[in-house]
């Protein structure tokens, strides 16, 4: 695994290395006419004792280039082979120095206060290993309002996760120690890699939320995975066999997971028969009738 690893600044220099409370890790791939608005809204941060990582995933826009000539002295640069966003985040904790580590999308940016506050809440509550904020969305210049069930939540999450992301990337801190105990992001999922994450960590962790909407997410980009890969379902499935697989479980977890598993299993099958793709169609019903004790939604279209 190649990464090619740019490192300017001072206590660098001098130190081989600084101590650093938090480290920020920002994953980028050809994004260099959004990713500024990321780094500056780092560089902006009331709370000053951090480290800034870009990893990028191979880009071939002049993001590199760009970067070393823009900010050569105020952060680390790594590149990497094309791997993966996942790929690009692991390369970035196993540079990371920090206690704490914070993700950023280089397409999105936070406000001024997002890390003073948070490590506030978290250094205040000591036994969380998780923490999000509220965030705003962006879309075509304007901000819109999120539907209630968008709305990010505290506590235990393991429910809410297994329908849909509940923590967002650009929202999150988290002790480094936490990917010690649930491992890295799965760099074999193509899309989804938040939604695995957090569905490993909220099965054994409680979240702590932060009601302020610190971070800003933008979107409708072309570029975004959302665009690449409509049905979504197909990777979050694989995520949920993984953790029943595991046996990690309490009980009532692997009820509600089966629950889950079957509903988007139904889905996913019955858009391939109306498609014609009743091959695909059945591959799903066979792979929920092989992990679900129960199976009322498939059962609908057997």
């Not at 994953?27 to 000053?48: C, G, H, L």
């Not at 979504?232 to 953790?243: P, T």
Request: net charge positive.
């Amino acid at each position: 695994m190649f990464a090619g690893v740019f490192i300017c600044g001072d206590n660098e220099r001098k130190k081989g290395y600084r101590v650093v409370k938090i480290s920020v890790i920002i994953p980028t791939y050809n994004r260099r006419d959004m990713i500024k608005s990321a780094i500056e809204s780092v560089f902006r941060q009331s709370w000053r004792d951090y480290e800034l990582i870009i990893v990028d995933d191979a880009s071939g826009d002049g993001t590199g280039p760009w970067i070393r000539q823009t900010y050569h002295d105020r952060l680390k640069y790594i590149m990497t082979q094309h791997g993966g966003v996942s790929h690009a985040r692991n390369i970035g904790i196993s540079h990371a120095q920090g206690e704490f580590i914070a993700f950023l999308d280089s397409d999105d940016y936070w406000l001024e206060h997002k890390l003073q506050t948070q490590m506030d809440r978290m250094i205040a509550n000591p036994h969380y290993l998780i923490s999000h904020t509220q965030e705003k969305w962006f879309r075509n210049g304007v901000f819109l309002n999120q539907k209630k069930s968008h709305q990010q939540k505290g506590g235990n999450l393991f429910r809410k996760s297994l329908k849909m992301c509940s923590i967002g990337m650009s929202t999150v801190m988290v002790r480094k120690n936490l990917f010690h105990r649930i491992g890295l992001f799965d760099e074999s999922l193509p899309a989804c890699e938040d939604y695995d994450l957090w569905l490993r960590a909220t099965s054994q962790y409680p979240v702590l939320l932060i009601p302020e909407a610190l971070t800003v997410k933008q979107g409708g980009h072309p570029d975004q995975l959302s665009h690449r890969y409509p049905s979504m379902d197909q990777f979050r499935i694989r995520s949920i066999v993984n953790l029943i697989e595991s046996a990690s479980l309490t009980e009532s977890q692997r009820q509600c997971a089966e629950q889950e598993l079957d509903r988007k299993g139904y889905v996913l099958a019955n858009g391939c028969f109306k498609r014609d793709k009743r091959d695909e169609g059945n591959s799903y019903i066979q792979l929920i009738k092989k992990y679900c004790t129960k199976t009322p939604f498939i059962d609908k279209l057997t």
